[in-house]
């Protein structure tokens, strides 16, 4: 399809018998061409990733891919056809739009995977305690695995720098000194301590606050387990 419509935008106003010309050497060349980029694809390993978890480390694959069905297109041609009746134009135009087209897809599934998330409204609301990088995967695995039942609505944390960010879709709406005030504004049902910055006292505090709003307190925990120790 990209390279179709790179014929048809490079060649575009040409009267009908020269258009049918490099209509030919494209005819003559798709096999050529979709061999390269299906080559390219495997070799960079593009085939290898899931289209649920497309990340940054996925989109220099995706890129390496490209360029590299890119060039190998090229040097076919050239070895086959020594470029007569076709032009650089086609191959440069071809590389944007299929590079458009494949990532458009990719960015499109993570996209609606999203979009039915926020309508998802099922599981127990939830705050996640700790608006840092562990708080972050907590909201990603929460939203990812439905077998949990929470539902992410919003992060609590005392770093009045990170108050109204963004992160993971969820908004960081205060500290603990307010959070007696948000739960009923925000029906929360549970609270998930993704952090252990909290001391004695603070905790106390947090499980007053959750004991008194009848709100459920867990703490998410990434573990590390050394199962075998080699020197």
């Not at 127990?124 to 907590?138: D, E, I, L, Q, S």
């Not at 008194?212 to 590390?224: G, H, I, M, Y």
Request: hydrophobic content about 50%; glycine content about 8%; charged content about 20%.
């Amino acid at each position: 399809m990209a390279y179709y419509a790179a014929f048809s935008i490079r060649f575009e106003g040409l009267n009908e018998s020269d258009f049918q010309v490099y209509y030919a050497a494209f005819l003559r060349s798709l096999p050529i061409i979709l061999s390269c980029k299906i080559v390219s694809f495997l070799v960079a390993g593009v085939y290898g990733g899931s289209w649920r978890y497309f990340s940054l480390s996925d989109l220099s694959i995706y890129l390496q891919g490209l360029v590299l069905g890119f060039l190998t297109s090229i040097v076919a041609v050239l070895s086959v056809f020594r470029f007569e009746g076709f032009s650089r134009g086609v191959f440069v135009i071809d590389l944007m739009l299929f590079t458009l087209l494949v990532l458009g897809s990719r960015i499109s599934f993570r996209f609606l995977r999203v979009v039915a998330q926020t309508g998802n409204d099922r599981g127990k609301r939830t705050f996640v305690y700790g608006a840092g990088a562990a708080g972050a995967m907590v909201v990603r695995e929460l939203t990812n695995n439905e077998t949990y039942k929470f539902l992410p609505i919003g992060f609590i944390d005392d770093n009045s720098d990170l108050a109204d960010h963004r992160i993971q879709g969820c908004n960081v709406l205060g500290g603990l000194s307010v959070l007696a005030d948000l739960i009923p504004r925000y029906d929360i049902k549970a609270i998930i301590l993704s952090t252990s910055a909290l001391d004695a006292t603070q905790l106390e505090q947090l499980r007053k606050i959750c004991l008194a709003s009848n709100t459920e307190l867990a703490r998410f925990e990434f573990k590390f387990d050394r199962l075998l120790a080699i020197k």
